[in-house]
């Protein structure tokens, strides 16, 4: 029997090679998945009944996902408004939402790990989190597969220490007290193994701190209802396929963070007005209603490593 030959697929401004896939969480058996929605053409978006974890296939192979990365079209428009006579002054006055969010970030991570102790951005793209954390007394380190973005870090940013690496073959030398994995679990090949090697990373007791998708966000069951129901023509297009290939809930983090050795300990979501640094009554009012209920469309976590 002859193996099927990936198929090649455009999507804007990015193209590449596609394979069947199934869910990770739930290998080596996973269950027949459901379907949620059939995009134009072959790509189709899943749900796993065993876990609860919503995923694209078929989708990009490894190296067809890696190369998205490597394409200045990948650049947020808001972000590269920044690049021009870059500064640390520059960015922290301009109130953007790479800073808010970096210094929210900052804020979290000060709740379980001391200044100065080790702290890894995986998949740190252009850095901003690691420029802050070191501004405020962490040793942080990013890792980024990407080399553009890496050298983007290095030479615009000035962040400090980043690493042009995929994470299986990154080997410090010694562990990390917390591991930050902001925006990048929905992007992967492998999940499950990128969670077991930030576990194999971190001190015992260390912490993961991430953020994802969450498919229960009110906006996001709102779009995905319209979808469903022919009502939206965008084509399922807040997916986010093709750089997103998973989508998640609490149930599905949770299996995934306990098959790879850590437990979580709590899970919010910040909305967006709070990410962009409003300070509109409003707007606070509506993070404090939703940010415990994990309503909005992203799902920040806190977990903590178990065992060795």
Same mark, same amino acid.
């Given at each position: /029997?002859?193996?099927?030959?990936?198929?090649?697929?455009?999507?804007?401004?990015?193209?590449?090679?596609?394979?069947?896939?199934?869910?990770?969480?739930?290998?080596?058996?996973?269950?027949?998945?459901?379907?949620?929605?059939?995009?134009?053409?072959?790509?189709?978006? *899943?749900?796993?009944? =065993?876990?609860?974890? /919503? #995923?694209?296939?078929?989708?990009?192979?490894? %190296?067809?996902?890696?190369?998205?990365?490597?394409?200045?079209?990948?650049?947020?428009?808001?972000?590269?408004?920044?690049?021009?006579?870059?500064?640390? &002054?520059? *960015?922290?006055?301009? $109130?953007?939402?790479?800073?808010?969010?970096?210094?929210?970030?900052?804020?979290?991570?000060?709740?379980?790990?001391?200044?100065?102790?080790?702290?890894?951005?995986?998949? +740190?793209?252009? $850095?901003?989190?690691?420029?802050?954390?070191?501004?405020?007394? #962490?040793?942080?380190?990013?890792?980024?597969?990407?080399?553009?973005?890496?050298? /983007?870090?290095? &030479?615009?940013?000035? @962040?400090?220490?980043?690493?042009?690496?995929?994470?299986?073959?990154?080997?410090?030398?010694?562990?990390?007290?917390?591991?930050?994995? *902001?925006?990048?679990?929905?992007?992967?090949? &492998?999940?499950?193994?990128?969670? +077991?090697? +930030?576990?194999?990373?971190?001190?015992?007791? $260390?912490?993961?701190?991430?953020?994802?998708?969450?498919?229960?966000?009110? !906006?996001?069951?709102? %779009?995905?209802?319209? +979808?469903?129901?022919?009502?939206?023509?965008?084509?399922?297009?807040?997916?986010?396929?093709? *750089?997103?290939?998973?989508?998640?809930?609490?149930?599905?983090?949770? %299996?995934?963070?306990?098959? @790879? =050795?850590?437990?979580?300990?709590?899970?919010?979501?910040?909305?967006?007005?709070?990410?962009?640094?409003?300070?509109?009554?409003?707007?606070?009012? !509506?993070?404090?209603?939703?940010?415990?209920?994990?309503?909005?469309?992203?799902?920040?976590?806190?977990?903590?490593?178990?065992?060795?």
């Amino acid at each position: /029997m002859t193996t099927p030959q990936p198929e090649k697929i455009n999507c804007g401004a990015f193209s590449g090679e596609t394979e069947q896939v199934t869910c990770p969480v739930c290998q080596p058996a996973p269950p027949l998945p459901r379907l949620v929605f059939q995009k134009a053409g072959r790509v189709a978006i *899943w749900q796993c009944p =065993g876990c609860e974890l /919503m #995923y694209a296939s078929p989708r990009f192979t490894e %190296k067809s996902l890696l190369a998205i990365y490597e394409n200045p079209a990948f650049i947020n428009e808001d972000d590269s408004v920044l690049f021009d006579n870059w500064s640390y &002054d520059k *960015w922290r006055q301009s $109130g953007h939402s790479s800073f808010v969010t970096s210094q929210l970030k900052v804020d979290l991570l000060r709740q379980f790990v001391k200044k100065t102790e080790r702290v890894l951005d995986v998949g +740190c793209a252009m $850095g901003f989190f690691c420029l802050e954390a070191s501004r405020q007394g #962490y040793a942080a380190e990013g890792l980024e597969p990407s080399r553009m973005l890496a050298s /983007m870090a290095r &030479d615009l940013i000035k @962040a400090p220490v980043i690493h042009n690496a995929l994470i299986e073959d990154f080997a410090p030398g010694y562990r990390y007290n917390g591991i930050m994995l *902001w925006d990048v679990l929905e992007h992967v090949y &492998d999940p499950v193994g990128l969670i +077991c090697r +930030c576990h194999a990373l971190t001190e015992a007791g $260390g912490y993961l701190f991430l953020q994802v998708p969450n498919f229960e966000g009110l !906006a996001d069951r709102f %779009k995905t209802f319209l +979808c469903r129901h022919h009502l939206k023509k965008s084509d399922f297009s807040h997916f986010g396929f093709p *750089w997103h290939v998973y989508s998640f809930n609490r149930v599905s983090l949770t %299996k995934l963070l306990n098959k @790879a =050795g850590y437990e979580p300990l709590r899970f919010e979501s910040w909305i967006n007005a709070v990410k962009d640094g409003s300070r509109n009554p409003v707007a606070r009012l !509506a993070d404090a209603l939703m940010r415990q209920r994990c309503l909005s469309d992203y799902i920040t976590c806190v977990a903590r490593k178990i065992g060795e």
